[in-house]
């Protein structure tokens, strides 16, 4: 992949080595000889999990760090000693946008374009292009602070683009943002591309956001894993990907898992109330027995299928105890919301939403940050009180009843919150003992929850100095130590990388199927397939309710006869569907 | 038993929080240390080496008498001698000295005489403390030379009218470093035990991990007898170290029971714990936590009569010291340390303190669910 | 030109960032603005040196036209609120309740002793726990026995000798006031406060948030982004110090002796050095909690105890003196009470400024140094 005409190139890196020192220890790689390049008038994807060495590249190409070794050119400028010029030329987004919070978003907007010395008399053509581009235009004297996510980033973006630049460098500008923001992100810097011909480097986490690049580079452990074009990465899979009905659409959990489990299937996923698959032998009819699906069908490659193909992970074994089928007392409604009602001053958190929860289901709330999910959650768990309505969990109200009433939920927050400075062993042991285990119970939990979750080796390193995803492990295996019956999850997999998230997933699968009630938060619309029941929210509403197949029944038109949730949700906050009494019980 | 079990569990981790992480490790020891030795030896209002310039005008052997016994002082420190009433402001003013004894011209021939002669002593009024002090010093050494010059210098001792007999009692040497120490542990105790718990919620609102506590079976009476204790132990502690520094250091005096000592020390610690845990949950972050401990040590701390006499603020002020924790414990620490009090005698500052107490840890508990973020 | 005009452009968005982000964080207003009141008023009122209406025994059985006038003495004076007690056992215990601070003593045949022989001592006993009130109360108390004998000798009633006089005067503070020498020092807290705390937090804030990468990847220039935090902090930093000043002025009624452009001039000096220790702090550590501890133990502390605006240095040990030397506070201490009280005294004031300068110097040097565009 060496460049091949470097008058079109933007970007270009040479051997390029990023090391962080470390204090006593040898120091972190965070980028190991990466050699890549940026045309202009494309979009190149940075694709990898977390801790890949997105970032670093990003932050090298702007001149925030300088190369250990090797070399890298933006704009045939070089980063280590030309970073001024660079940073007039280039627009940079950093992860969260360092907006001001307390100025207006023209006030953001003035302040970045003196900064890189837009002149007074073009701003004014600048500002409306750019205030038409975000949909910005009717919200200038809203203080920043006060957007929604979706906005935060498109004002962000609008800033990064204040001087019409050559280059733009976005650092994962869809993390945590609603579906429709996220598209018309995508959209504006399309529009950018094709209009003014500028190069794009764009990290992501969102695999699904991958195909609309032009050009994709995986990272992974701070090497350059693979580059091409989405078209090259799809034939590495061609032919691989296969989609499995179940039986029936309760089913599908279950399938997920027994394929999921193969180990010739490199990846399954529930897209659409079918498993997708990608398989490593040639014979996908040959996985399972004809009984146990309805349907095999070839499908289209993505990018997603690929990069699963091509990133070694690990194999989660979750197999459901197939002899004990799930418990049938579904009637048994474990947690129900009649009327629900939060206001924060004359703020409208969550307004009348009403919905129950069966015993062993996993219940989904979905929707934008914002809409009103975590204020949902935090009233279920008597965190927050309620403004009115009512609320039972397990028969009680966590807010008024004893502590005791406590002891049967598990709760995994939203960001990792166990207690940092101490050890892996010392945070199972505190929490096990907060629920009265003790003696022998306590050892055999804390043994459970070290092989369960691959937690041994690690057990004495503190907390915080985990990687990401043995965080969320350790978060999870410290919320199911005492055998709750409920289990409370905000945002779990909010942060995770796309195998880490699978793997979560696959985990909440099993204990669901072993009776455990779950309720979980998430913003990833496609993680919403996992779920039984469904509550979509937004401004504090709920939009829709029901399966997932139902809600996509919702979004189901002649253009899109095979829509995704996503879809749903879209046409949802559009007013779009065909059918708002859809709202299914 | 299950109960017990669980607050067990609870007290051990808000230990270990405190114990792994070294930063607040140091904040617990390091500081305390540095504070005491620095302001045990800063924090004082003694003057010492006053220096001073002498205008003598008389030229005789009997001003010449006097003005030795200024130089023979080891409160003064001659710096030079002036020639004329022209440079004493010039030689204050440049805070070259900081008084001038000014003997006057005929200072013998009017004293022979027995008519009045003067010694002018002249102050640089710019700090107050140590021109009065310094004044002090001075009329001492002329009473003194007054008093010799009567009896030993062959006058007639008839004419001696009136001795003024002065005596310090508890503190003969008038030394205001024993003052200043006695109370300054329980002081730089406050302020680090203040710091401890009024983060220790917010940490854990800031971390997330309070909701995990508040999900759990734990009441808020549990989560707050966990939160308090650790620092009412290092308080203990901390508080403990420096009253032996303060006896094997600085060579104070402990005249008073060390019962005592431990009683109010233990109910100051309760009441400042109190007043940090009702900052802390009303706190959302850490630097909400750190300002408003900031803003309960700094009023504490110049209302506490540590540094200055509450005696000397007006009356509305001396009243509303009444509700300032730091003041009992000042007061009671003085007591026990330079005047041997016992339990009885400072029960006088035993029971405010249990009623802040009272008044601060319920709300703090209520707090703890009820806070809106 | 165009260069230039691209200079002011940042600076103006800069400055006019942070004047808006001041203007609507009440944070900063309170640290700013109140503080420095509150401050005024805690030391103001809160701490005195000068003790009055001292409680203090007087033993007495007698009642003769000289113990009279003697006792009036102690009435009259403003220092002392005397009680009346007749026998010294009885002022040892109120003296040792801390009911009294301490006690005169007019033995039985004060009166007959005086006529007699002239001589009649009188006792005053003091608690010397507080060593410093102790030592002023005792002055006090031979202050009034020094009019009394005055009086008599005025009267007649006296014995010719007169002995040595002692006439004092407490230059640049007559009546002594602790609180004029208090006002001026507080000065310099206040704008420590400032200058140092509020600087790092602020700044650590900025990297806390995410907002410092997104303004360090624009063609910004490292002066720019320094002038961006001192010019508003310096505004926001004077303006504590007048009304520090103005309160100091007009409630506390300090006499302000030397000039107003010089005070002003050499507290810009000082909160030059104040906010380039803020800066160098934000420089080295990037978050608040650990910006706000050092900012307070090495910052507000020894701004308090070792500048000499309560404490007098010359009378703490040598170490802690030449340790002194290197906090600007103690410096500019020694100008705002020369400026406030003396006057302009070139003597004290250059060589304070030039320190100031040179650490002004030094620490923004330092802060050039350490601060860089990059993350790293």
Same mark, same amino acid.
């Given at each position: 992949?060496?460049?091949?005409?470097?008058?079109?190139?933007?970007?270009?890196?040479?051997?390029?080595?990023?090391?962080?020192?470390?204090?006593?220890?040898?120091?972190?790689?965070?980028?190991?000889?990466?050699?890549?390049?940026?045309?202009?008038?494309?979009?190149?994807?940075?694709?990898?999990?977390?801790?890949?060495?997105?970032?670093?590249?990003?932050?090298?190409?702007?001149?925030?760090?300088?190369?250990?070794?090797?070399?890298?050119?933006?704009?045939?400028?070089?980063?280590?000693?030309?970073?001024?010029?660079?940073?007039?030329?280039?627009?940079?987004?950093?992860?969260?946008?360092?907006?001001?919070?307390?100025?207006?978003?023209?006030?953001?907007?003035?302040?970045?374009?003196?900064?890189?010395?837009?002149?007074?008399?073009?701003?004014?053509?600048?500002?409306?292009?750019?205030? =038409?581009?975000?949909?910005?235009?009717?919200?200038?004297?809203?203080?920043?602070?006060?957007?929604?996510?979706?906005?935060?980033?498109?004002?962000?973006?609008?800033?990064?683009?204040?001087?019409?630049?050559?280059?733009?460098?976005?650092?994962?500008?869809?993390?945590?943002?609603?579906?429709?923001?996220?598209?018309?992100?995508?959209?504006?810097?399309?529009?950018?591309?094709?209009?003014?011909?500028?190069?794009?480097?764009?990290?992501?986490?969102?695999?699904?956001?991958?195909?609309?690049?032009?050009?994709?580079?995986?990272?992974?452990?701070?090497?350059?894993?693979?580059?091409?074009?989405?078209?090259?990465?799809?034939?590495?899979?061609?032919?691989?990907?296969?989609?499995?009905?179940?039986?029936?659409?309760?089913?599908?959990?279950?399938?997920?898992?027994?394929?999921?489990?193969?180990?010739?299937?490199?990846?399954?996923?529930?897209?659409?109330?079918?498993?997708?698959?990608?398989?490593?032998?040639?014979?996908?009819?040959?996985?399972?027995?004809?009984?146990?699906?309805?349907?095999?069908?070839?499908?289209?490659?993505?990018?997603?299928?690929?990069?699963?193909?091509?990133?070694?992970?690990?194999?989660?074994?979750?197999?459901?105890?197939?002899?004990?089928?799930?418990?049938?007392?579904?009637?048994?409604?474990?947690?129900?919301?009649?009327?629900?009602?939060?206001?924060?001053?004359?703020?409208?958190?969550?307004?009348?939403?009403?919905?129950?929860?069966?015993?062993?289901?996993?219940?989904?709330?979905?929707?934008?940050?914002?809409?009103?999910?975590?204020?949902?959650?935090?009233?279920?768990?008597?965190?927050?009180?309620?403004?009115?309505?009512?609320?039972?969990?397990?028969?009680?109200?966590?807010?008024?009843?004893?502590?005791?009433?406590?002891?049967?939920?598990?709760?995994?927050?939203?960001?990792?919150?166990?207690?940092?400075?101490?050890?892996?062993?010392?945070?199972?042991?505190?929490?096990?003992?907060?629920?009265?285990?003790?003696?022998?119970?306590?050892?055999?939990?804390?043994?459970?929850?070290?092989?369960?979750?691959?937690?041994?080796?690690?057990?004495?390193?503190?907390?915080?100095?985990?990687?990401?995803?043995?965080?969320?492990?350790?978060?999870?295996?410290?919320?199911?130590?005492?055998?709750?019956?409920?289990?409370?999850?905000? =945002?779990?997999?909010?942060?995770?990388?796309?195998?880490?998230?699978?793997?979560?997933?696959?985990?909440?699968?099993?204990?669901?199927?072993?009776?455990?009630?779950?309720?979980?938060?998430?913003?990833?619309?496609?993680?919403?397939?996992?779920?039984?029941?469904?509550?979509?929210?937004?401004?504090?509403?709920?939009?829709?309710?029901?399966?997932?197949?139902?809600?996509?029944?919702?979004?189901?038109?002649?253009?899109?006869?095979?829509?995704?949730?996503?879809?749903?949700?879209?046409?949802?906050?559009?007013?779009?569907?065909?059918?708002?009494?859809?709202?299914?019980? | 038993?299950?109960?017990?079990?669980?607050?067990?569990?609870?007290?051990?981790?808000?230990?270990?929080?405190?114990?792994?992480? $070294?930063?607040?490790?140091?904040?617990?020891?390091?500081?305390?240390?540095?504070?005491?030795?620095?302001?045990?030896?800063?924090?004082?209002?003694?003057?010492?080496?006053?220096?001073?310039?002498?205008?003598?005008?008389?030229?005789?052997?009997?001003?010449?008498?006097?003005?030795?016994?200024?130089?023979?002082?080891?409160?003064?420190?001659?710096?030079?001698?002036?020639?004329?009433?022209?440079?004493?402001?010039?030689?204050?003013?440049?805070?070259?000295?900081?008084?001038?004894?000014?003997?006057?011209?005929?200072?013998?021939?009017?004293?022979?005489?027995?008519?009045?002669?003067?010694?002018?002593?002249?102050?640089?009024?710019?700090?107050?403390?140590?021109?009065?002090?310094?004044?002090?010093?001075?009329?001492?050494?002329?009473?003194?030379?007054?008093?010799?010059?009567?009896?030993?210098?062959?006058?007639?001792?008839?004419?001696?009218?009136?001795?003024?007999?002065?005596?310090?009692?508890?503190?003969?040497?008038?030394?205001?470093?024993?003052?200043?120490?006695?109370?300054?542990?329980?002081?730089? !105790?406050?302020?680090?035990?203040?710091?401890?718990?009024?983060?220790?919620?917010?940490?854990?609102?800031?971390?997330?991990?309070?909701?995990?506590?508040?999900?759990?079976?734990?009441?808020?009476?549990?989560?707050?007898?966990?939160?308090?204790? $650790?620092?009412?132990?290092?308080?203990?502690?901390? !508080?403990?170290?420096?009253?032996?520094?303060?006896?094997?250091?600085?060579?104070? $005096?402990?005249?008073?029971?060390?019962?005592?000592?431990?009683?109010?020390?233990?109910?100051?610690?309760?009441?400042?714990?109190?007043?940090?845990?009702?900052?802390? !949950?009303?706190?959302?972050?850490?630097?909400?936590?750190?300002?408003?401990?900031?803003?309960?040590?700094? $009023?504490?701390?110049?209302? !506490?009569?540590?540094?200055?006499?509450?005696?000397?603020?007006?009356?509305?002020?001396?009243?509303?010291?009444?509700?300032?924790?730091?003041?009992?414990?000042?007061?009671?620490?003085?007591?026990?340390?330079?005047?041997?009090?016992?339990?009885?005698?400072?029960?006088?500052?035993?029971?405010?303190?249990?009623?802040?107490?009272?008044?601060?840890?319920?709300?703090?508990?209520?707090?703890?669910?009820?806070?809106?973020? | 030109?165009?260069?230039?005009?691209?200079?002011?452009?940042?600076?103006?968005?800069?400055?006019?960032?942070?004047?808006?982000?001041?203007?609507?964080?009440?944070?900063?207003?309170?640290?700013?603005?109140?503080?420095?009141?509150?401050?005024?008023?805690?030391?103001?009122?809160?701490?005195?040196?000068?003790?009055?209406?001292?409680?203090?025994?007087?033993?007495?059985?007698?009642?003769?036209?000289?113990?009279?006038?003697?006792?009036?003495?102690?009435?009259?004076?403003?220092?002392?609120?005397?009680?009346?007690?007749?026998?010294?056992?009885?002022?040892?215990?109120?003296?040792?309740?801390?009911?009294?601070?301490?006690?005169?003593?007019?033995?039985?045949?004060?009166?007959?002793?005086?006529?007699?022989?002239?001589?009649?001592? @009188?006792?005053?006993?003091?608690?010397?726990?507080?060593?410093?009130?102790?030592?002023?109360?005792?002055?006090?108390?031979?202050?009034?026995?020094?009019?009394?004998?005055?009086?008599?000798?005025?009267?007649?009633?006296?014995?010719?000798?007169?002995? @040595?006089?002692?006439?004092?005067?407490?230059?640049?503070?007559?009546?002594?006031?602790?609180?004029?020498?208090?006002?001026?020092?507080?000065?310099?807290?206040?704008?420590?406060?400032?200058?140092?705390?509020?600087?790092?937090?602020?700044?650590?804030?900025?990297?806390?948030?995410?907002?410092?990468?997104?303004?360090?990847?624009?063609?910004?220039?490292?002066?720019?982004?320094?002038?961006?935090?001192?010019?508003?902090?310096?505004?926001?930093?004077?303006?504590?110090?007048?009304?520090?000043?103005?309160?100091?002025?007009?409630?506390?009624?300090?006499?302000?002796?030397?000039?107003?452009?010089?005070?002003?001039?050499?507290?810009?000096?000082?909160?030059?050095?104040?906010?380039?220790?803020?800066?160098?702090?934000?420089?080295?550590?990037?978050?608040?909690?650990?910006?706000?501890?050092?900012?307070?133990?090495?910052?507000?502390?020894?701004?308090?105890?070792?500048?000499?605006?309560?404490?007098?240095?010359?009378?703490?040990?040598?170490?802690?003196?030449? @340790?002194?030397?290197?906090?600007?506070?103690?410096?500019?201490?020694?100008?705002?009470?020369?400026?406030?009280?003396?006057?302009?005294?070139?003597?004290?004031?250059?060589?304070?400024?030039?320190?100031?300068?040179?650490?002004?110097?030094?620490?923004?040097?330092?802060?050039?140094?350490?601060?860089?565009?990059?993350?790293?």
């Amino acid at each position: 992949m060496s460049p091949q005409n470097s008058d079109n190139h933007v970007l270009q890196a040479q051997g390029l080595c990023k090391d962080f020192p470390r204090k006593g220890q040898a120091p972190t790689q965070a980028l190991i000889d990466v050699s890549l390049a940026v045309q202009a008038g494309m979009i190149t994807g940075l694709v990898g999990s977390d801790g890949a060495g997105k970032t670093t590249l990003l932050r090298l190409a702007a001149g925030l760090l300088l190369p250990t070794r090797g070399q890298i050119r933006v704009l045939n400028l070089d980063c280590a000693h030309q970073s001024i010029e660079i940073q007039s030329r280039v627009g940079y987004m950093p992860q969260q946008f360092g907006l001001y919070q307390d100025l207006t978003v023209q006030e953001n907007l003035d302040l970045f374009a003196d900064l890189q010395g837009v002149p007074k008399n073009i701003r004014p053509q600048r500002y409306a292009r750019l205030l =038409e581009m975000t949909d910005l235009a009717p919200f200038t004297g809203r203080r920043a602070g006060k957007l929604s996510g979706g906005m935060k980033q498109k004002l962000g973006l609008a800033c990064a683009l204040i001087k019409s630049p050559q280059m733009l460098l976005l650092d994962e500008p869809t993390v945590g943002v609603d579906p429709v923001s996220r598209r018309d992100l995508w959209d504006i810097v399309a529009q950018l591309v094709s209009e003014d011909g500028i190069g794009v480097l764009i990290a992501t986490s969102y695999l699904d956001e991958a195909d609309r690049c032009h050009r994709l580079v995986v990272l992974q452990n701070g090497k350059v894993l693979a580059q091409g074009n989405p078209e090259e990465f799809h034939e590495k899979v061609r032919g691989r990907v296969y989609r499995f009905t179940p039986n029936r659409p309760e089913e599908i959990r279950l399938l997920q898992a027994t394929l999921a489990a193969r180990n010739d299937v490199l990846d399954a996923a529930i897209r659409s109330g079918r498993v997708r698959c990608v398989i490593n032998s040639v014979s996908a009819s040959e996985l399972l027995p004809k009984t146990d699906f309805k349907q095999i069908e070839s499908c289209e490659p993505n990018f997603e299928d690929a990069f699963m193909a091509l990133a070694p992970h690990p194999r989660v074994e979750f197999l459901p105890d197939q002899t004990n089928e799930k418990p049938q007392v579904a009637q048994d409604i474990v947690v129900k919301a009649r009327n629900l009602k939060k206001t924060f001053g004359d703020f409208t958190a969550v307004s009348g939403i009403n919905f129950d929860v069966q015993r062993g289901r996993i219940f989904g709330l979905l929707g934008p940050n914002g809409a009103g999910k975590t204020t949902t959650f935090r009233m279920l768990c008597g965190l927050t009180s309620v403004s009115d309505g009512e609320i039972s969990v397990a028969g009680h109200n966590l807010r008024r009843s004893r502590a005791r009433a406590r002891a049967d939920l598990g709760y995994m927050a939203q960001a990792f919150s166990l207690y940092r400075q101490l050890s892996v062993h010392s945070n199972l042991e505190f929490y096990g003992r907060s629920y009265g285990l003790h003696g022998k119970r306590l050892e055999q939990r804390i043994d459970w929850a070290l092989d369960e979750f691959e937690l041994r080796e690690r057990r004495n390193l503190p907390a915080g100095d985990l990687p990401g995803g043995f965080k969320q492990r350790l978060a999870m295996a410290t919320a199911m130590l005492h055998e709750p019956a409920i289990l409370f999850l905000d =945002e779990p997999t909010s942060g995770a990388d796309p195998l880490a998230r699978r793997e979560f997933w696959l985990r909440i699968n099993g204990f669901a199927q072993q009776g455990v009630t779950v309720i979980v938060t998430t913003h990833f619309m496609e993680e919403a397939e996992y779920c039984d029941h469904l509550m979509i929210m937004s401004h504090g509403t709920d939009l829709a309710q029901g399966t997932p197949d139902a809600i996509r029944q919702l979004a189901r038109t002649p253009d899109t006869p095979d829509p995704t949730i996503e879809d749903a949700f879209i046409a949802l906050a559009e007013g779009r569907t065909m059918n708002l009494s859809g709202k299914a019980s | 038993m299950y109960v017990l079990r669980r607050i067990m569990a609870l007290i051990k981790k808000e230990f270990m929080v405190i114990l792994r992480d $070294p930063k607040s490790r140091f904040v617990v020891i390091g500081p305390p240390l540095i504070q005491f030795f620095f302001f045990g030896y800063a924090a004082t209002f003694d003057v010492t080496n006053v220096r001073y310039a002498l205008l003598d005008q008389d030229r005789t052997s009997l001003s010449r008498e006097l003005a030795a016994d200024f130089s023979g002082s080891e409160n003064f420190q001659l710096v030079r001698y002036l020639n004329s009433i022209q440079e004493i402001d010039d030689a204050i003013d440049s805070q070259d000295v900081r008084i001038v004894i000014h003997i006057e011209e005929n200072f013998t021939k009017k004293l022979l005489t027995d008519s009045a002669a003067t010694v002018q002593v002249i102050a640089d009024g710019r700090n107050s403390n140590v021109a009065s002090v310094a004044l002090g010093y001075a009329e001492n050494i002329i009473s003194k030379f007054n008093q010799d010059q009567l009896s030993g210098g062959g006058s007639d001792p008839s004419k001696i009218f009136l001795s003024i007999d002065d005596r310090a009692w508890f503190n003969s040497n008038l030394l205001s470093r024993w003052y200043i120490v006695a109370p300054l542990g329980g002081t730089i !105790s406050m302020v680090i035990v203040m710091i401890l718990t009024s983060l220790s919620v917010a940490r854990e609102r800031e971390f997330g991990t309070f909701d995990q506590l508040l999900v759990a079976p734990f009441t808020p009476g549990e989560i707050l007898l966990a939160k308090s204790l $650790p620092g009412i132990i290092f308080g203990l502690i901390d !508080s403990m170290l420096l009253v032996a520094g303060s006896v094997w250091w600085f060579g104070l $005096p402990f005249k008073g029971s060390i019962i005592a000592l431990v009683l109010i020390m233990t109910l100051f610690m309760i009441s400042i714990v109190g007043i940090g845990l009702l900052v802390s !949950s009303l706190s959302m972050t850490m630097q909400q936590a750190l300002l408003g401990s900031f803003a309960f040590i700094m $009023p504490a701390v110049v209302l !506490s009569g540590f540094t200055t006499p509450i005696e000397n603020m007006p009356q509305w002020l001396q009243t509303g010291t009444l509700a300032n924790p730091l003041r009992y414990i000042v007061t009671a620490l003085r007591w026990i340390f330079l005047e041997g009090a016992g339990i009885a005698d400072v029960w006088p500052q035993m029971w405010p303190l249990m009623i802040i107490a009272a008044l601060t840890l319920p709300p703090a508990a209520w707090l703890f669910r009820h806070r809106v973020g | 030109m165009t260069m230039n005009g691209s200079f002011l452009m940042r600076l103006r968005g800069l400055l006019r960032k942070e004047y808006l982000q001041i203007i609507r964080d009440p944070s900063s207003i309170l640290l700013a603005l109140v503080m420095p009141l509150i401050m005024l008023f805690l030391f103001g009122y809160g701490v005195s040196l000068n003790p009055t209406r001292i409680q203090v025994a007087i033993v007495t059985t007698e009642s003769s036209p000289a113990v009279n006038d003697l006792v009036a003495r102690f009435e009259l004076s403003p220092y002392f609120a005397p009680l009346f007690v007749t026998s010294a056992n009885e002022a040892q215990k109120l003296v040792s309740n801390g009911e009294v601070d301490g006690f005169i003593n007019i033995r039985d045949g004060f009166t007959r002793d005086l006529v007699k022989t002239g001589q009649a001592p @009188v006792q005053v006993i003091v608690n010397g726990i507080d060593a410093n009130r102790a030592r002023l109360i005792a002055g006090y108390a031979r202050g009034a026995i020094e009019k009394w004998r005055e009086l008599r000798r005025a009267r007649g009633e006296q014995a010719a000798y007169a002995g @040595v006089q002692i006439a004092s005067r407490i230059r640049f503070n007559e009546s002594n006031e602790s609180r004029f020498f208090l006002v001026p020092g507080l000065i310099a807290l206040i704008m420590t406060l400032i200058g140092t705390l509020l600087t790092a937090l602020v700044i650590a804030r900025e990297w806390e948030r995410g907002t410092m990468e997104a303004i360090l990847v624009t063609p910004l220039r490292l002066h720019e982004l320094l002038l961006g935090k001192l010019i508003p902090y310096y505004i926001l930093g004077m303006l504590g110090m007048l009304i520090s000043v103005a309160g100091g002025l007009w409630i506390f009624n300090v006499p302000l002796r030397g000039s107003f452009s010089l005070l002003f001039l050499m507290s810009s000096l000082f909160l030059i050095a104040s906010l380039g220790f803020g800066l160098a702090i934000s420089a080295a550590v990037r978050a608040q909690f650990v910006a706000a501890q050092i900012a307070i133990l090495a910052g507000f502390l020894p701004a308090f105890f070792l500048s000499g605006m309560l404490f007098d240095l010359e009378s703490t040990p040598r170490v802690i003196q030449w @340790v002194s030397h290197i906090i600007p506070a103690r410096h500019f201490v020694a100008i705002s009470h020369t400026l406030f009280l003396a006057g302009n005294i070139t003597s004290v004031l250059w060589p304070a400024a030039a320190a100031l300068t040179v650490m002004a110097a030094v620490l923004l040097l330092i802060v050039r140094r350490k601060l860089s565009k990059r993350l790293e």
